[in-house]
């Protein structure tokens, strides 16, 4: 069982939608967190550190739950450029802040 | 400054045959890293490194070995390719710095192992 488990989607919105990915991790002695993006055959690329107060970048809303382990973002908006794979990231505990992926949902927007 | 940058971009192996992927960073980080990615399993970490000479194991390090002579660049070895190391494989760097520091991903190699 993979310890960061996210829906897999494909999530198919229209332009100006709202839509909302979910996260679970199983290791409760991660720390750091975050969602990174990641375009077809490209490599990933952070889209927001996820911190335990909840933080907004825009039209990008992320929160964490650290009793529960649950990650989630928010996408308000959405635009075609958003098109893309969302990959939910916790650190590996004492592994010099590797990371550990989940599997990514896949997002497309349409017009 | 060029960040993350990977050598070959492409590869063809057949079963067997020895490659060394090459990482190099400009931005003087200490912390780098070995990911790869196949179809519908996410990145999963390979081997990863804490500084120059320093080295540890990943996820998934069997079939691999690395080294890090210097700090801005980590090799990643296949002594014997074979089918299932057939993969995208990812460098990454960052800075050693407080929890919520970036990592620097490079664009990738493609391997094949026919």
């Known amino acids: 069982r993979k310890e960061v488990e996210q829906d897999p989607g494909p999530f198919n919105v229209p332009e100006g939608a709202t839509v909302a990915f979910n996260c679970t991790y199983s290791?409760?002695?991660?720390?750091?967190f975050f969602w990174y993006r990641q375009d077809c055959r490209k490599e990933p690329k952070l889209l927001m550190s996820?911190?335990?107060s909840g933080n907004e970048d825009g039209r990008f809303t992320a929160q964490l739950n650290r009793a529960s382990q649950y990650i989630s973002l928010l996408i308000r908006d959405s635009k075609l450029s958003d098109s893309a794979t969302y990959l939910c990231v916790v650190n590996y505990p004492n592994s010099g802040y590797a990371l550990n992926f989940g599997k990514g949902t896949s997002l497309l927007v349409t017009p | 400054n060029a960040g993350v940058t990977q050598t070959p971009k492409f590869r063809v192996l057949k079963t067997g045959q020895s490659m060394t992927l090459l990482c190099a960073q400009d931005m003087n980080h200490e912390y780098m890293y070995w990911y790869r990615q196949d179809p519908g399993m996410g990145l999963r970490l390979i081997h990863y490194?804490?500084?120059?000479?320093?080295?540890a194991k990943g996820e998934v390090p069997d079939g691999y070995n690395v080294s890090r002579l210097k700090k801005q660049n980590f090799l990643l070895g296949l002594e014997s390719a074979a089918p299932s190391q057939t993969s995208v494989y990812f460098c990454?760097?960052?800075?050693?710095?407080?929890?919520?520091?970036?990592?620097?991903f490079g664009p990738g190699t493609r391997l094949t192992v026919l």
């Open positions: 990454a760097s960052r800075p050693l710095r407080e929890l919520y520091n970036e990592q620097f």
């Open positions: 996820v911190y335990s």
């Open positions: 290791n409760s002695a991660s720390q750091s």
């Open positions: 490194s804490v500084g120059e000479g320093t080295t």
